[in-house]
């Protein structure tokens, strides 16, 4: 890419950075350092808000550029993702948005521990928690370094992983210093900029093909080399009964694993009440629809404008589709309108990196801190909780960035998929089970988060994903054991069966009373903080 595309680029980025570190250092000057305040906000966000924060926690670097690199790449089987991360909202609204707020205080093991022992639950929630934030967290990661790999015409290997330190770097610095307020704010500002930078890319392309939706279609098939197949299922997940097995596994995880995201169930406690917490999600849902629509536009419209082949040439998995597509509706290289088109969409992209790494890493170090170092003190004051999470919250964005340099050549959307697996697993089973099962114990609530969380990890570990396939993370060793990409499918279930198995075999039998309190509570709202 020319200097003048990495030059606006940049000053567009900074700028965003700027405007991003003032809310930052304004909210961290008036914060008042108590724990509601760090993990919460102070409970004072308002529905729109909060929903407007919740879309953008949401729509990540997996959504802007993975989704529509997979569509450009695969046509109707990558807008798998685009549907399953819309449809699971419905399971977050009806099943788990208002319950949540009534029953937790600032992370998920807060809804489990009302009403088992709490030290067990939360170490085990806390850890699953952990490891969900970290996956996905990778996933961002990845996005920024494909990024600035566009940004430099591909030959920048140390500016892209000194970009990746840099993403990592900012992301603490907004944690440790505002905390959910300034991280608030940040997704507001951020879902604007993407919604905004979205719609002027779809428009473009509609444009471009006369409002003639299906003559995008048969556009992008004609330049697919695959024909009227790149608009049928299969091309991707049609081939023999593994890839039809994992086109399953990815839906499972992606509809379920939503309600399991720590960073989007701690988004429930920054309003005042259930009822603003479900208006919240109605809020998200209209948002992130209307976004993920025009991800399936942009998609084609690489496909269609660009070519798969030039997108496989800029970056294998595809996560540089869009920035291509700007490219060429601006003008084509060399031209001012694609230079200030390019720019845009780029800044845009690292402003949504910047902004969920934040949240994401914000809800992980809240679960260090508020689960696992105050479960192991016992007696942990708030405020040395919260110089914990801080403390947290770069040993997180260490590793995050430390395997997002490992992770570089994956697809973001792949990515997400299997911290969505790994949510599905272990996260809603125990969240389901303490709120609806009556008989449900501590040993049951410990071995539903591990028996869903060490099969999906180890699942992944042996998969085709590290090993013994010329994409995986360790291309030239060979330990593939497990045939599927994402192990959603069997680990989904196993985390559930773990669940009822540690129950039914508990010798402690459920506190029915605690079980009382906590429906009241989960359904009205009494004694909810």
């Avoid at 300034?182 to 930078?197: D, H, M, R, S, Y």
Wanted: net charge positive.
């Amino acid at each position: 890419m020319t200097g003048e595309h990495q030059t606006l680029a940049l000053v567009l980025f900074s700028c965003f950075v700027a405007v991003t570190l003032g809310i930052t250092t304004w909210v961290g000057r008036n914060r008042r350092g108590s724990a509601e305040e760090f993990y919460a906000g102070g409970r004072l966000f308002s529905p729109s808000e909060n929903g407007f924060a919740l879309a953008g926690d949401y729509m990540s670097a997996a959504s802007f550029l993975g989704i529509s690199g997979l569509i450009a790449l695969y046509g109707y089987d990558g807008m798998l993702y685009s549907v399953g991360f819309l449809v699971a909202w419905l399971v977050v609204l009806f099943l788990v948005a208002e319950l949540v707020r009534n029953c937790g205080r600032f992370t998920l093991a807060d809804v489990v521990a009302a009403r088992m022992r709490e030290r067990p639950v939360r170490i085990a929630a806390g850890t699953s928690s952990v490891t969900v934030s970290v996956l996905y967290l990778v996933a961002q990661m990845v996005g920024a370094g494909s990024l600035v790999a566009l940004l430099l015409g591909g030959t920048g290997e140390a500016a892209r992983a000194w970009t990746v330190v840099g993403v990592g770097a900012l992301m603490v610095v907004y944690v440790s210093l505002g905390g959910m307020r300034a991280t608030t704010w940040i997704q507001i500002v951020k879902t604007v900029l993407l919604l905004g930078g979205t719609t002027a890319l779809t428009v473009l392309v509609l444009v471009r093909f006369h409002g003639d939706f299906n003559e995008l279609l048969l556009s992008a098939a004609g330049r697919s080399g695959h024909g009227e197949a790149f608009l049928a299922p299969g091309l991707k997940y049609g081939g023999d009964w593994t890839a039809r097995l994992d086109f399953i596994s990815l839906g499972l995880a992606l509809v379920l694993g939503t309600a399991g995201l720590p960073h989007i169930l701690s988004r429930f406690y920054t309003v005042p009440t259930a009822r603003a917490a479900r208006r919240s999600v109605v809020w998200s849902i209209g948002l992130i629809g209307g976004f993920y629509l025009m991800t399936i536009v942009l998609g084609f419209g690489a496909a269609a404008l660009v070519g798969p082949d030039a997108v496989r040439r800029s970056n294998a998995a595809g996560n540089t589709a869009v920035p291509l597509l700007a490219l060429d509706l601006g003008g084509g290289p060399g031209s001012t309108g694609g230079t200030v088109l390019f720019a845009v969409v780029a800044a845009v992209a690292f402003a949504t990196i910047l902004a969920v790494v934040a949240g994401v890493t914000l809800a992980s170090s809240a679960s260090v801190a508020h689960d696992l170092y105050a479960s192991l003190r016992r007696r942990a004051e708030p405020r040395g909780e919260v110089a914990v999470a801080r403390c947290a919250a770069v040993g997180v964005g260490a590793v995050a960035i430390a395997l997002g340099l490992l992770a570089r050549d994956l697809n973001v959307a792949f990515l997400v998929g299997l911290a969505f697996a790994v949510a599905a697993s272990a996260n809603l089973p125990v969240l389901l089970y303490s709120l609806f099962w009556r008989r449900f114990t501590t040993r049951g609530a410990v071995w539903a988060v591990y028996g869903g969380l060490v099969p999906a990890v180890v699942l992944v570990l042996v998969s085709p994903v590290v090993s013994g396939s010329p994409g995986a993370l360790f291309p030239d060793a060979d330990f593939q054991y497990f045939p599927l990409q994402n192990p959603g499918l069997v680990s989904v279930p196993l985390g559930f069966a773990a669940g009822w198995l540690g129950t039914v075999s508990s010798a402690e039998p459920a506190d029915r009373a605690k079980h009382a309190e906590t429906e009241v509570r989960a359904l009205t709202g009494a004694g909810a903080v």
